[in-house]
């Protein structure tokens, strides 16, 4: 006695393996790519992740560290751990080296200041935003990607059921299963790189508020430091900030 169209999906194995296993060469390559790009994202979430802790870590010690420090030069000897902030403090300590020979140029001091230490926040920040961009194209093109191989998938089974010239749901069945599979596929993918995208974009945004901060606290220095030498003028004396300093008039 033949089986019915029913018992005959019932034997059939719709899981998800099998469904990959019986795909079509390009449903198959669609489902290896989506799954890749879900790979990735996943990975970019956990580097960025411990990326974004110890540079936070690290700001906000650099954070506490500025605040004691009564001097630049004194700032730049307490951030020796922290890459980002000692880098503004060297940049900083070094306009003001180079321009030891320009007396009564305070204003103009610290506007080269500001310039530099600005180019440098922005370049820390599209370091902090390095591979999140990848996310967002995972987020746009996968659905697309899912549903090329669901279109395709259904292209494949209708031409499987005009060549068999059979209409059985047990024929329909199992190929438009692999072909939606495809379109899941995509938003499985999608969907998190969308949402780890948005939170690793605040995130960034946080440390790029903290490096603005150690920005502030070292203009503060600058500005102390300067103000300590025009009092020191004022009262017919000549100081250094720095045994750098000194050599750097010699030369």
Known sequence: MPSSPASLVTAVSLSPWEMFVNAGPVVR???????????????????????????????????????????LERGEGLTQDCRIARTLVVAA????????DIPDDEDGLK??????????????????????GLLATIGATSPFIGLFGTVWGIMSS?????????????????GIAEALLATALGLVAAIP????????ARQSA??????????????????????????????????????????????
């Open 193 to 200: 790189a969308v949402i780890i995208y948005n939170h690793l």
């Open 158 to 174: 209708f031409t499987g059921i005009a060549a068999a010239k059979a209409t059985s749901l047990a024929v329909v069945a199992p």
């Open 93 to 100: 300590e070094t306009e003001r080296m180079r321009s030891v």
């Open 29 to 71: 390559c669609v489902m290896l790519l989506l799954a890749f790009a879900s790979l990735v994202t996943w990975t970019i979430l956990i580097a960025k992740t411990v990326e974004i802790v110890r540079l936070r870590r690290d700001l906000s010690q650099a954070e506490d560290n500025l605040e004691q420090a009564e001097t």
């Open 111 to 132: 506007e080269r200041i500001v310039l530099h230490l600005e180019r440098l926040e922005a370049a820390e920040g599209r370091r902090l935003l390095r591979g999140t």
């Open 206 to 251: 946080g440390c790029r508020a903290q490096v603005a901060d150690i920005t502030s606290l070292i203009m503060r220095l600058v500005s102390r430091d300067l103000g300590r030498l025009r009092a020191q003028r004022a009262r017919g004396t000549v100081v250094r900030f720095s045994q750098r300093d000194q050599q750097a008039v010699a030369e």
